[in-house]
């Protein structure tokens, strides 16, 4: 065995034997066996930090471009993971470190390579061979859960844990310890949609992001290498944003994120990971203790912290994550006080004579021992561990012949910070007549004021200032903001009557600038050793030169001079012997020049540059530029001309020449001046430059004809064999020379064909689409030079008309360049100048025969002010003025008595605007418009009150909890006294909740007293039963009941006989509650909707988004939209069938390079559903509906919903996979729905998920299905 190809991270030993003992001849047959054995070596783990083999293997390539046109001569090459084919693993392919370009610079990777990051597999001669976690070919050895190699398991521990705090910015999560395996941190999104909370991970060495830093957030999927472990993220577009990684354990600490941003919304994030149980840790309990459990005698603990077993050194908790909790000790706290509720009455007694009902109002307080400390209120939370008062007793009405009668609590002066209600009191009598208030002196003094809205205010809190947004140049520093109710955070809504405190400020960072440098010029001599330079300068992002210090601070100044070496001169003096006889300040020093250095430009105008040097006139040798200041410099930089910029100008490809079969399509090729964008007379130009000339004409395919059996694919001239599939041998991909870019700038793009005609002229369709060249790539990706304008002159004129401004219009390039305007396009110009907008000339009418008109008034409004309540519904106000119309606008027209003999054309110049004036005008002046301080205000009746707007208008905004009251029942006594009760409940979204999220000061009283007549009254009112109501929603609803009038001994009499008595109401209001739809036929009905699109249906007493189709027509069908699209909402019948249909290769992975064939039954399939059918009764999907579907692949029908199936193995292999996603949906798959096997050898994997909303599956057989 040779030398070992590793020496840490699992080498590879090789052994060859030759076939010469002896070496065959005269028709001898060759040796038979094995020619080369390999063996494992160097299986030591490399050190922690150590580069990874592949990633040394592209380093040998760096500062290697290939001559690839667009790489950097400095190119860095990195290894290339993702999207290689299994297949082409242990070739070495190679990343430009930066971008996503990648080539393959090695046929094979030197052996013992892996052949990924996220396998011990290794690559062996180019082929990946199995090996297990301790580095050894063959082994199966693997890591458990917690990454050990050849673990059972026992000694791991997962860690589990959850954030919801929303805070501006970037917040710290958790920190998972190196050794952390199994990781899986999902972020939900708000109420099933995507929010502006996003995971970001942190190298804690570094302190460096590598995902989603720097407020900047990755939308697609990616994989990421860290810590010797492969981490997967699904981007930040996905609903639930996830990370998440295999059994490879990590090798440095990780700090999992939050970013924040917008609105704010709480995270929803759950993390957990895998360790193994730590001996190098463990609990100890010191003196740090708890905070006490109870406002009053309550008690607490120790906290244990984690330390390190040999030196006691506290490290952070999660070293000693499911290590044993030490037993706690309890001690108590807060003993100098005590807790109880206090009650008092709110309500009074509900019957002023007997036994009623009253409403206590409860408060828990804080009572303490020293007497001297009167008692605090605390929140009613701190009293849930006592016995809690009822807050409804038995009372006793004293029987006083008046006593006094309360009218309902107004609504509170403000909803937090403290406010106050009130309410009417007046002293009545029995039967309710009024008294005066003496009478009721007998009776406890009205409580007419209590107080209320007592709870903390929700307000802004601005948080510590994030760091400017730029490095350079102008950028912004954010305050993180949230909005606060005493020490809770909650959604920002909550302060939108709260005017939102400044938290963005201007930050201004050195000027951005980069160095810019030339080419370098040719060398100062032409033998021995001498300098070549080039010019150096720092330059803003403008292409301004700034000072050399904006750019230092970036990166250092690149070198601006570099010797150069040319053959030896034949009478060079030793430079030692001249420095040791010279004395330099006798030097005599000349400019220098070397020969010009090439044109700048490849045609138009340029400049040419060349080197210029100090050298000493009688040595000939370089010295100190010091030396060459009395002589005469000679000048660095010139002006050249190259030939006239052409390039190529293609027009679009006409028509086919025919309706069917092959023809021909043709353009126009044409060559343009760059400069001027003009047509040359002839090609020349563009010829001088070697500019290929674009195809006039293209061969062109329309369809079969009718009378062609066959046709013969095209032969495309200059295409290029790539892609061939040696299982379809005669089939390969072809493709076209690159066409001209669609665009010169602004990123365009250049296509070429690509086709897969057979070798025998037949139209192949066996290539394999996963090699594919592509056929698009982008090109001219610079900006497009943009017109640039200055600010507007002053008008050339006072007033009246025909007055202009006029401005400066220029075409410059995205680096400021000032272009011809030929550079950009002319229909996007700007207007240089444009009309004046003046105010009419004074016109001196004493002499005419014009008299004032009437005044005109006009109605002026103010700004809407706030709405009246910060919840629930109130007004909105403004005030509405009427006021005199401006003067000099028309105010005069023409005497009728009288004839003016001025000048005719004044005359009809000013009827003529007059006229205008009275049909335009008179329609703006009705509009109404904002008062203005300038306005005169008069009486408002001299305005046209038909065209008054509006001064109040009402408003609605959301309250997140809120009383709900019910309907008042009937009195309990059909004379007399007696009591009215009602259902209060708290709602929120109209939804009830527990009462203890509303506001108990504002909870509307749930009785109150009435009074139908006196028992003594010889007719009274018997009210019937209420009818239905009018409509069963909406505000349209009304009922009504009969009122029949009774003599005390019980007959019903006329109802004149009851004027006198109280009379019950015979009309109400009823059904008030917003519409409910049931289905899409009640939309239809209800609406006289005819729109197929979303509605909100109640299903099962939930409102659900539900599409309606077919609303048109008589029987519209509910379709349930899938917000996770069709990616993940597919069912797919599998079109490879093994060779070997007993076996199960790969694990029962899929591959395409399988030892399959493809199914020629035409069974194979793939449908995406975007909606599907759904029975709303009993919530079951319409499997077969396919209206809302897309057939992918297949002609015969479409694959139900959630079904799959191939015909690929009996091994119990299956391959066709189906996808459902609920996610963003009210809905998940019942726990009852089971996939059943159908067909031959039938066999199904079913993965459930996202809490039953995502099921997965994959199902086949031979044939068979599920």
Same mark, same amino acid.
């Given at each position: ?30 040796c ?27 380093? &040998? ?34 990343? &430009? ?78 920190r ?44 697609f ?35 999992l ?21 730590s ?17 009053? =005698?309550?008690?607490r ?69 020293d ?85 903390e ?9 994030s ?135 490849t ?13 000493d ?40 020449s ?63 064999d ?142 809407w ?12 106000n ?36 007059y ?73 929120h ?22 009074? =139908? ?29 009969h ?52 509605y ?5 007493g ?10 048109s ?57 975007s ?64 996939w059943?096997?159908k ?25 068979g299905?599920?």
């Open positions: 065995f040779g030398e070992c190809s590793r020496t840490c991270g699992g080498g590879v030993k090789k052994s060859v034997r030759h076939c010469n003992k002896p070496i065959p001849s005269n028709g001898g047959r060759y038979t066996g094995r020619r080369e054995k390999y063996r494992s070596c160097g299986a030591r783990e490399c050190p922690p930090g150590s580069k990874g083999f592949r990633e040394e293997q592209c380093a &040998v390539f760096n500062n290697n471009n290939y001559n690839i046109q667009g790489l950097p001569e400095d190119v860095k090459w990195v290894p290339k993971y993702g999207g290689i084919s299994p297949d082409e693993r242990c070739k070495l392919y190679c990343r &430009v470190h930066g971008t996503s370009a990648y080539y393959p610079l090695k046929e094979k990777v030197v052996d013992g390579t892996p052949c990924g990051p996220d396998t011990y597999d290794i690559c062996v001669n180019g082929i990946c061979k199995p090996a297990g976690c301790n580095h050894m070919l063959g082994s199966s050895m693997q890591l458990d859960m917690c990454g050990k190699c050849g673990g059972d398991n026992s000694t791991c521990i997962s860690i589990k844990g959850s954030y919801n705090n929303s805070t501006y910015g970037y917040t710290r999560v958790v998972i310890p190196a050794g952390s395996s199994n990781l899986d941190i999902r972020q939900y999104g708000h109420k099933g949609i995507t929010d502006d909370n996003y995971l970001a991970l942190v190298d804690e060495d570094t302190g460096e992001y590598i995902l989603n830093g720097g407020f900047m957030v990755s939308i999927r990616k994989i990421l290498l860290f810590g010797g472990a492969t981490l997967e993220y699904t981007g930040s577009q996905t609903v639930v944003e996830r990370v998440n990684s295999s059994s490879r354990p990590l090798k440095k600490d990780l700090i994120e939050v970013l924040s941003v917008g609105r704010l919304y709480p995270p929803n994030i759950t993390f957990q990971y895998t360790v193994q149980r001996t190098q840790y463990r609990w100890e309990l010191r003196d740090k203790w708890t905070a006490c459990d109870k406002v009053c =005698n309550g008690e603990w120790p906290l244990p912290l984690c330390v390190k077993m040999d030196n006691s050194q506290h490290v952070p908790d999660e070293h000693c994550a499911g290590l044993r909790q030490l037993s706690r000790y309890i001690e108590s706290c807060n003993t100098h006080c005590i807790l109880k509720w206090r009650t008092w009455p709110i309500t009074e007694c509900s019957t002023h004579c007997g036994h009623g009902k009253q409403t206590l109002g409860l408060q828990c307080v804080q009572q303490f021992h007497s001297n400390i009167g008692d605090n209120t605390v929140h009613n939370s701190s009293c849930a561990h006592l016995y809690k008062p009822t807050e409804v007793v038995d009372c006793e009405g004293p029987c006083n012949s008046t006593h006094w009668e309360f009218g309902m609590w107004s609504q509170c002066s403000k909803t937090c910070g403290g406010g106050t209600q009130t309410r009417s009191a007046h002293c009545v009598d029995e039967r309710g007549w009024p008294k005066d208030e003496s009478d009721c002196k007998q009776s406890d003094p009205p409580v007419v004021e209590r107080p209320c809205g007592t709870q205010c929700p307000k802004w809190v601005l948080g510590e200032s760091p400017c947004s730029v490095t350079c140049g102008v950028g912004e520093r954010k305050n993180s903001l949230w909005c606060q109710v005493g020490n809770r955070i909650v959604a920002p809504r909550y302060c939108d009557s709260q005017p939102v405190p400044p938290y963005k400020e201007v930050c201004t960072r050195e000027p951005c600038a980069s160095w810019h440098h030339g080419s370098w010029q040719q060398c100062s001599v032409t033998c021995g050793t001498g300098v070549s330079v080039r010019t150096v300068t720092c330059r803003s992002l403008d292409g301004k030169e700034v000072s050399e210090s904006s750019c230092s601070t970036i990166e250092n100044k690149p070198a601006s001079s570099q010797k150069c070496t040319r053959q030896a001169c034949q009478h060079e003096i030793p430079v030692r012997v001249i420095t040791s006889v010279l004395n330099l300040n006798f030097l005599r020093g000349v400019w220098k020049a070397s020969d010009w250095g090439s044109c700048s430009v045609c138009g105008d340029g400049i040419r540059q060349r080197a210029v040097i100090c050298i006139s009688s040595l000939g040798t370089p010295i100190d530029k010091e030396h060459c200041t009395e002589a005469l410099f000679v000048a660095t930089e010139e002006s050249c001309k190259q030939p006239t910029c052409a390039s190529w100008r293609v027009g679009v490809w006409k028509p086919c025919v309706s069917c079969g092959k023809g021909i399509s043709t353009r126009e090729v044409m060559c343009i001046d760059s400069a001027s964008n003009t047509v040359l007379s002839n090609d020349q130009a563009c010829s001088d430059h070697n500019l290929a000339q674009p195809d006039r004409e293209k061969e062109c395919y329309i369809r079969d004809c009718p009378d062609e059996s066959s046709l013969e694919y095209p032969n495309h001239d200059g295409m290029n790539m892609g061939k599939d040696l299982n379809n041998a005669g089939y390969m991909w072809r493709t076209g020379p690159w066409g001209e870019c669609s665009k010169s700038c602004g990123t365009g793009y250049m296509r070429r064909m690509v086709a897969c005609p057979s070798e025998d002229g037949n139209d192949g369709i066996e290539c394999n689409k996963a090699d594919r060249p592509v056929d698009r790539i982008a090109c001219n990706t610079d900006p497009c030079p943009a017109w640039n304008t200055g600010g507007w002159s002053e008008c050339n004129k006072s007033c009246g008309e025909g007055g202009y401004q006029h401005r400066q219009v220029r075409c410059q390039s995205h680096t400021g360049e000032i272009l011809a305007d030929t550079s950009c396009s002319a229909l996007e110009r700007p207007d240089e100048k444009h009309e004046c907008d003046l105010p009419q000339c004074h016109i001196n009418y004493s002499h005419t025969n014009l008299k004032p008109i009437a005044k005109e008034y006009q109605w002026r409004t103010g700004m002010s706030q709405c009246s309540r910060t919840c629930g519904q109130g007004e909105r403004r005030r509405v003025v009427c006021v005199e119309v401006p003067a000099n606008t028309y105010p005069y027209e023409q005497s009728v008595n009288h004839h003016w003999h001025g000048s005719t054309f004044f005359d009809s110049q000013y009827r003529k605007q006229r205008d004036w009275r049909l335009v005008e008179r329609q703006q002046r009705l509009k109404p418009k904002l008062l203005n301080e300038t306005d005169i205000v008069v009486s408002s009746v001299k305005c046209d009150h038909r065209h008054m707007p509006k001064a109040v208008r009402g408003c609605i905004k959301q309250c997140p909890f809120s009383w709900f009251e019910g309907e008042w029942s009937e009195c309990s006594q059909s004379c007399g006294h007696g009591i009215q009760q009602r259902t209060v409940q708290c709602h979204l109209d939804l009830v909740v527990s009462e203890d999220e509303c506001n108990p000061t504002e909870r509307p009283s749930e009785q109150r007293n009435c009074f =139908n007549s006196n028992c003594q009254d010889e007719f009274y009112w018997v009210p019937g039963e209420w009818q239905d109501c009018s409509h069963s929603c909406g505000r349209k609803g009304r009922q009504q009941r009122l029949y009038c009774y003599h005390r001994d019980g007959k019903k009499v006329t109802r004149n006989n009851c004027v006198r008595a109280p009379r019950p109401l015979r009309k109400r209001k009823c059904n008030q509650h917003r519409c409910s739809f049931t289905s899409c036929l009640d939309v239809q009905q209800k609406l006289q909707a005819r729109e197929d699109k979303e909100t249906l109640q299903i099962m939930i409102n659900v988004s539900i599409y309606c189709h077919g609303m027509t008589d029987g519209p069908q509910e379709y349930l939209s899938l917000p996770a699209g069709e990616d993940e909402n597919f069912s797919e019948i599998y079109d490879r069938r093994l060779v070997s249909p007993d076996t199960c290769p790969y694990n029962g992975q899929r591959r395409d390079n399988c030892s399959c064939v493809v199914d020629s039954n035409g069974k194979a399939q793939l449908t995406m559903y909606k599907v059918r759904l029975n709303i009764t009993s919530l079951r999907v319409i499997t077969q509906d396919g209206t809302f579907s897309r057939q992918v692949k297949g002609q015969h029908g479409r694959v139900p919903y959630g079904q799959a199936g191939d015909c690929y193995s009996k091994a119990e292999c299956p391959q066709g996979r189906f996808s459902i996603n609920l996610v963003g949906t009210n809905f998940i798959v019942s726990v009852f729905t089971r059943e096997g067909g031959s050898k039938p066999s199904k994997k079913i993965h459930w998920s996202e809490g039953n909303q995502k099921v997965s599956g994959k199902c086949g057989g031979y044939c299905t599920c």
